[in-house]
């Protein structure tokens, strides 16, 4: 069974940065497509960025394009979400979730979650 565990959620001030991790225990995460998703208070839950497993094929949605970057490291079984020029309306919890799909789509059906770590961006 996957699990995933997500870290590096803190308070973060407009236009700074702070980056995500998702460390997976008990298979090999490079076998899988992994995606971040967040939800604000109030707010249906957004993809936010995604990686294929096989190709390291890239998507984002377009609030983040140019301000986020997803990223993996297999030897560490963990997938990276850096995020730069924050905005208050980044303001959620953000969720990694992994698929055994090989496409990155935030429309696939994602088996595995995490419990989500807490990002608030605020001056």
């Known amino acids: 069974q996957l699990q995933l565990a997500e870290s590096g959620g803190a308070l973060g001030q407009p236009g700074g940065s702070l980056s995500l991790s998702c460390a997976a225990s008990?298979?090999?995460?490079?076998?899988?497509?992994v995606a971040w998703f967040r939800q604000a208070p109030g707010k249906e839950r957004e993809g936010v960025s995604c990686?294929?497993?096989?190709?390291?094929?890239?998507n984002y949605a377009d609030s983040v394009k140019g301000r986020f970057s997803i990223s993996r490291d297999n030897a560490k079984n963990t997938v990276y979400l850096q995020m730069n020029s924050l905005k208050p309306e980044d303001t959620a919890v953000y969720y990694c979730?992994?698929?055994?799909?090989?496409?990155?789509?935030?429309?696939?059906?994602?088996?595995?979650w995490g419990q989500g770590t807490q990002v608030t961006v605020s001056s």
């Open positions: 979730a992994a698929t055994g799909r090989l496409d990155c789509q935030f429309s696939n059906e994602y088996d595995y």
């Open positions: 008990g298979r090999i995460l490079g076998f899988y497509t």
């Open positions: 990686i294929s497993s096989r190709r390291g094929v890239t």
